[in-house]
């Protein structure tokens, strides 16, 4: 789910994409619960025709959707360059938090990572792995499965979460940073939508003219919080990027041990 995510982290203006994020007087738990059900109902449904036209080479696609998939193509690309650049994933386990349709585990099962990805929804998880036979990738280099980010276990080499944050409470952001952490022995690879005057502006812009299909709520996060977040954990920022276009906006950060 690259946004599937903030799909990701992305800020659509008079499009299809995200419902800002709202305030609200419920509990947290319940604000939790209530994002979680949007999520996976929304990418079960219309929300996963719709990104997996965006995640593809599918010429069914506007110019903001053409734009958001050349911004999540870059945040993409810059990971793939630093682990190619590193030269020692081969053999390594990689988990991939929100994995959408494959975007990022397939090109990592090709270098030869072990592969566990996971997405809030089935159609995004059988999606990749149909996109991984696809590319000659055995269940033995890659499996997909159905999972949401709290309940995803084991340990791991490289845990990745690229464009999932978007549809985090930012009450709930310090702790999703924590639990990714807690799955990794070595690297942690996150990107996230970050909260800035000039973002928060272009959000509030984006709530005066709503697209004609509302979905899932979209977080703005603070780096500050997630970088604490990695240090209370043992991480620490090791490269960062960050990736613009006109409709998407991406913090990438990797932390290692």
Known sequence: MKVSLAVASLLVINTEAFVPGQSSSFSTKLSVVDD????????????????????????EVNSVQMDIRDGHGQTIDKILKWVSDDGDIAGKSVCDCGCGVGSLAIPLAQMGAKISASDISDSMANEAARRA?????????????????????????????????????????????????????????????????YYSFLKKIGELFPG?????????????VVRKALEEAGFKVAREEMTATNFYFSRLLEATK
């Open 212 to 224: 004609p299909s509302k979905t899932t709520r979209a977080y703005l996060h603070e780096e500050e």
């Open 133 to 197: 036979k696809e590319f000659g990738i055995g269940d033995d280099q890659a499996t997909f499965y159905t999972s949401d980010l709290e309940s995803v276990d084991g340990k791991y080499d490289t845990v990745t979460c690229v464009d999932v944050a978007i549809h985090y409470p930012t009450e709930k952001m310090a702790e999703m940073v924590k639990h990714l952490c807690s799955l990794s022995d070595r690297r942690v690879l996150i990107s996230f939508a970050p909260k800035t005057w």
């Open 36 to 59: 979680k059900t949007e999520v996976r109902e929304y990418f079960n449904t219309e929300g996963f025709n719709r990104w997996n036209k965006i995640y593809s080479d599918s010429d």
